[in-house]
């Protein structure tokens, strides 16, 4: 699909990956609803994109304010093409701590929820309004695209739930890009290895260059439009479907 003239929401728009996936597709022609919370930069963000990108606010894990999203996207920019989903929240809690004590369900309850559910409900109600598009001449209406992690394979020590998570993004990616398929919308994941965002940037700057130099090449931490040239492809190249690609530098994380 070509980027140029589309409409896309991006969940997590305010931020890091999000972030920057929304400014590429802005910078390469497409209109962008930036759904993010209401606490987020989001509407900073939308603002400086200018008369092409839109915030809409919306928790991912509520059902009517991700409808109202993309009903609002669809009023101002006339159509919905892609979802790309980046809202995430990440937990850290060993299954039982120290002192034997089990793990808290709310956190893994929350975590589950955002990252998993909530993506869910994105694809559902963007999939629905991708189907009043006409096809273009690939046959094409639209395009998901997920955010996974490596934690997807390779859990470290206290990833319990991210992992948990993450591993059903990856799951259901091809069950949903064969659902889709009839209708012309591909659904693709991402599933990233370190990179430089303000999820990242809560870490001490030693904690984040040891990071850095656990990457067999290249030896750094993933630069957020690394991630949005992706996105960006995958939109373009109607061949990938129903497939995790990991974008890691080759790292693949030890327990801990
Ligand atoms: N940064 C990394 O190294 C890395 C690695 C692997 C996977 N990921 C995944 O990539 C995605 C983006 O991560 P990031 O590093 O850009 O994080 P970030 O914290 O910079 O951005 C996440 C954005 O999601 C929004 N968000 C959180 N909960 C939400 C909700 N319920 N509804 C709507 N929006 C919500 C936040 O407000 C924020 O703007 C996440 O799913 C994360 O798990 C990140």
Request: with cysteine; aromatic share 4%.
């Amino acid at each position: 699909m070509e980027i140029h003239g589309i409409v896309a929401v991006v969940t997590g728009g305010g931020s890091g990956l999000g972030e920057a996936t929304a400014r590429s597709l802005v910078a390469k022609g497409a209109k962008v609803a930036v759904l993010d919370l209401g606490s987020s930069k989001g509407a900073i963000v939308a603002q400086d994109l200018g008369p092409n990108a839109l915030f809409v606010e919306a928790d991912v894990t509520n059902d009517e304010q991700v409808a109202a999203a993309i009903r609002r996207t669809v009023e101002a920019f006339g159509a919905l093409h892609v979802a790309v989903n980046c809202a995430g929240i990440a937990t850290a809690g060993r299954t039982i701590d120290k002192d034997g004590q089990p793990l808290d369900m709310t956190p893994f309850r929350r975590t589950i929820e955002v990252n998993l559910i909530g993506t869910f409900n994105v694809i559902r109600l963007a999939a629905a309004q991708m189907v009043k598009n006409l096809p273009n001449a690939d046959g094409e209406r639209g395009v998901v695209i997920n955010t996974a992690s490596v934690a997807a394979f390779e859990g470290q020590i206290g990833q319990a739930a991210y992992a948990a998570s993450k591993g059903g993004v990856v799951g259901m990616t091809l069950p949903i890009a064969r659902d889709l398929a009839r209708d012309g919308i591909r659904c693709c994941t991402i599933a990233p290895g370190i990179f430089e965002t303000p999820m990242l940037m809560g870490l001490p700057e030693s904690a984040r260059k040891a990071l850095g130099a656990s990457v067999p090449f290249p030896q750094r931490l993933g630069r957020p439009a690394e991630y949005a040239a992706l996105v960006c492809h995958i939109i373009e190249n109607p061949m990938l479907n129903g497939e995790t690609i990991r974008l890691d530098g080759a790292i693949r994380m030890a327990p801990r």
